[in-house]
């Protein structure tokens, strides 16, 4: 259980938390190994809570960032396992409340990590480890709430984000060009940074700061059912027509039901009500006088307005999905040829599915033939390493094969030490048999 460094969580009961996933990643930086591996030496470990998780669900080999904030049960038995090791609460380093208060808000979480380039060069100039901030990760925020500057996802220099759990420098540096993240490609100009009084998100940042000073157990699971269900039926009893017929213009269901919402419509609601999002999660709501607006401005935020439903033509999206197909090289995922016809994978599946199976076969089968074309590359270096004159100068041991092979074929560590391990025993077989 003592295996892993202290490290600590930054800026733990404040606003400006430091997420799950930036954790994981500076925890995998300081071992000198990959969030994956984090991951897969935690799911090692011989507990009660693992072992029953495992035999439910596959052993995780890695989790993605947006996954690392959220609160799947593999996450919720890392943070339990964090939490048990260091005595710190790192709940609050996760959409914790997303769960506890609301009902499915995945679009709600970031899928690439975010930052803010002047809070990285505070943070160095403090002497700060550099950190993401949980904030970051919210979709709804666009801009850093400390210098009203947009955040960025993507390295000015390389253009690759950082989502990548192979951690090989610092969180400020660029996982694939080292470039500094705090760096900006040109001065901004006046018209992108976010004025104060329209902050893009406001409501959601007051959420985080309140949120900052609660414990997970003063927080009611039926918080915004309660609060939902006493303004409804305070408005039909007081037969107030007028005021549901504004909530239902921005799709808010005005139909008292005893279950959660989404955090959209909990967004929503509060503006038209002029109410904290926090009043209405803890149903302090039920104490508060709300102020009604009955004439809201047309050019409200954008959360209040409705998506409008898109028509797709299925015959040019067949047509396009063929094109791509044909263009390609290599044959592509289902994710990549959704992400370039500029529909969802859920769609190819459910309108064209032996098609979308079809790619999905081809593809699985092209990554086992490059795997394979690894595995084999990988078995010839090693071997040539430890029975090969040209590698005669180094010590023969598989720490030494794997700095040399590592710098000399970038092939994935997993595959290079079976390799070198393969080799290593052929080594000392034939100094045996001699």
Not at 119 to 126: A, N, P, R, V
Not at 305 to 334: A, E, G, M, T, V
């Amino acid at each position: 259980m003592n295996d892993l460094f202290r490290v600590k969580l930054q800026e733990r009961g404040t606003s400006e938390i430091e997420s799950f996933a930036s954790y994981i990643y500076r925890l995998a930086y300081e071992h000198g190994v990959s969030a994956g591996e984090i991951v897969r030496y935690v799911f090692s470990q011989d507990t009660d809570e693992i072992n029953a998780y495992k035999e439910n669900n596959k052993d995780p080999k890695s989790i993605s960032c947006h996954e690392l904030v959220g609160t799947g049960g593999a996450v919720t038995l890392l943070v339990d396992y964090f939490e048990k090791l260091t005595g710190e609460a790192f709940y609050k380093s996760t959409f914790w409340f997303l769960k506890a208060a609301f009902a499915r808000c995945a679009r709600e979480v970031r899928k690439e990590v975010n930052w803010c380039p002047e809070c990285f060069k505070e943070m160095e100039l403090k002497g700060v480890t550099p950190y993401f901030k949980l904030i970051w990760h919210v979709n709804s925020i666009s801009h850093c709430s400390i210098h009203r500057t947009p955040l960025m996802s993507v390295c000015s220099k390389c253009g690759k984000n950082q989502n990548t759990c192979v951690r090989k420098y610092s969180n400020h540096l660029c996982q694939h060009c080292r470039k500094n993240l705090s760096e900006r490609t040109r001065a901004l100009r006046k018209i992108e940074y976010s004025d104060s009084w329209n902050f893009t998100g406001a409501d959601v940042l007051n959420l985080f700061n309140e949120l900052s000073q609660v414990e997970r157990k003063e927080m009611a699971e039926d918080g915004i059912v309660k609060s939902y269900e006493y303004i409804l039926t305070s408005f039909l009893n007081a037969k107030d027509y007028e005021m549901l017929d504004v909530l239902s213009g921005f799709n808010i269901p005005v139909i008292t039901v005893k279950r959660k919402v989404s955090l959209l419509v909990a967004r929503r609601f509060a503006y038209v009500l002029n109410i904290s999002l926090y009043d209405i999660i803890t149903a302090n709501v039920m104490q508060t006088t709300f102020d009604m607006d009955y004439e809201l401005p047309n050019y409200g935020p954008n959360f209040m307005k409705p998506k409008k439903r898109i028509k797709k033509n299925h015959s040019r999206i067949l047509i396009k999905i063929h094109k791509y197909l044909s263009d390609q090289d290599c044959p592509p995922s289902l994710r990549q040829v959704a992400e370039y016809v500029g529909v969802s994978v859920g769609y190819l599946e459910y309108r064209y599915k032996d098609l979308a199976k079809k790619i999905i076969i081809e593809h699985r089968e092209y990554q086992c033939k490059i795997m394979l074309h690894k595995k084999y590359h990988a078995q010839k270096m090693a071997l040539d390493f430890f029975f090969n004159e040209k590698y005669k100068r180094y010590n023969k041991s598989r720490r030494q094969a794997y700095k040399v092979l590592r710098e000399e074929t970038m092939l994935p560590k997993f595959v290079l030490k079976h390799a070198i391990q393969i080799a290593y025993n052929a080594m000392n077989d034939s100094i045996l048999i001699y």
